[in-house]
């Protein structure tokens, strides 16, 4: 699937896929939860266009960028990442006690941040038990079904990028298992960060264009092999045996039709609510679909489209666009990101340093 790339290439979609994420958070926090009917390409163009005139007014007024206004914080999204990216590089790997606490630490220092209704009892429990069984928590969710919210896909891109080095696909989905179900345990949300991964594993390795058959053809092969192993399928909310791997079939579908499917549609068959089955092929196809024209974003990029498509389909608008920008970033690289997004939106410097220093793991010895 791919040729050679260079260290500074690897760089940049390393840096792209952190970024991508943050911003697709910051950006898409502001439509969480509206219906699609209410949001609209321009109203995101709107919100857009400020981050652009408070990017334009302050590089007139000669401000270092660094001291530029932010507009947007991130929301759970992003802080969850940043515990998977810091203890991934701070032990070298994956450290479950570890991690449990720095979600759990996170969360009571900034309980703010949106999170979703379940985890908190996961939150507490890992703190009450001082970290000891770091998997006992979200095992016990929703009467031991576990949570099957879209939590654990929403923050898994530093995974795919700690893994890029072993290309091993195995190993990779190993790594997001163990990650993921220290809040979420239920097979649903498991896969669906499993799928997550995939997808920005797939756009770091690939070329800048995206064929969506063959994208979607290795990413269906990659999570049915995933899907046949499992034991657990009786668990699962899907009526489907392959419920991953089955919905590829619509993400292509949907991806490669010339006229922009309606938010409706995409709502009613891929879903975007938040639930994991339900959110992450939406991020997927938003990516895929940006790779062709849209009307009314003919002068954006295509990392652009991708965020302003994702949260035009309305319902969990932040984590959609989070997952669709990790995976546009890692597939086109920082530099297909606009200066005055990443100049408005809350911690863009953490991102950039945690990608050189994955990177940095990635290319050493
Ligand atoms: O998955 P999670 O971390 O939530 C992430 C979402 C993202 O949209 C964030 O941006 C933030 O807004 O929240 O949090 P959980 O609490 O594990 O799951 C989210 C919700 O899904 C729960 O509060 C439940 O409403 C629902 N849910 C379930 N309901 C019944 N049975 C998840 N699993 C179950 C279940 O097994
Ligand atoms: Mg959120
Ligand atoms: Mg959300």
Redesign the pocket.
């Known amino acids: 699937m791919s040729g050679i790339i260079s260290k500074e290439v690897l760089l940049s979609k390393f840096k792209g896929a952190l970024v991508g994420a943050v911003l697709g ?1 910051c950006i898409g ?1 502001l439509f ?1 939860g509206l219906w699609a009917k209410s949001i609209q390409v321009e109203k995101v163009l709107q919100n857009i266009g400020q981050l652009e005139s408070a990017y334009d007014a302050e590089k007139d007024a000669k401000k270092p960028e660094k001291q530029h206004k932010l507009l947007w914080d991130y ?3 992003t802080a ?1 990442a940043r515990s998977v990216a810091m203890s991934l590089i701070e032990n070298k790997g994956l450290n479950p006690s570890h991690l449990a606490q720095l979600f759990s630490e996170e969360y009571f220092a900034n309980p703010y941040r ?7 009892t ?1 939150f507490t429990k890992l703190r009450d038990t001082e970290y000891s069984d770091p998997y006992k928590p979200a095992s016990e ?3 031991g ?8 896909a ?1 923050r898994i891109v530093p995974a795919p990028l700690f893994a890029y080095k072993q290309n091993d696909v195995e190993k990779l989905t190993e790594l997001v298992e163990q990650i993921t179900k220290i ?2 345990s ?1 097979p649903s ?1 498991v896969d669906g960060a499993i799928f997550q991964s995939f997808a920005v594993d797939q756009a770091l390795r690939g070329p800048e264009e995206v064929n969506i058959g063959s994208f979607c053809d290795e990413l269906q092969r990659r999570i049915r092999e995933r899907e046949e192993s499992e034991v657990t399928r009786d668990q699962c909310t899907s009526p489907s045996e392959y419920p991953y791997a089955s919905i590829v079939d619509d993400i292509r579908k949907y991806a490669s039709q010339d006229s922009l499917p309606s938010e409706e549609e995409i709502s009613e068959n891929l879903g975007t609510d ?3 089955y339900r ?1 992450v092929p939406a991020a997927v196809y938003s990516f895929l679909r940006a790779t062709k024209p849209i009307d009314k974003l003919q002068d954006r990029n295509s990392f652009e489209k991708t965020i302003i498509l994702a949260i035009t389909l309305g319902g ?1 608008t ?2 959609i666009a ?1 997952m669709a920008g990790a995976i546009a970033g890692a597939c086109y690289g920082i530099e297909a990101i606009p200066k005055s997004w990443q100049a408005g939106c809350e911690a863009v410097d953490d991102a950039l340093k945690f990608a050189e220093q994955l990177h940095q793991l990635s290319v050493s010895d």
Not at 145 to 152: C, D, H, R, T
């Open positions: 958070d926090s969480e929301t759970d999204d969850m949106g999170y979703g209704g379940g985890i908190i996961v969710q929703f009467d079904a576990g949570s099957y919210g879209n939590g654990g929403m809040t979420h239920h949300a938040i639930s994991a959110s969990d932040d984590t989070t």
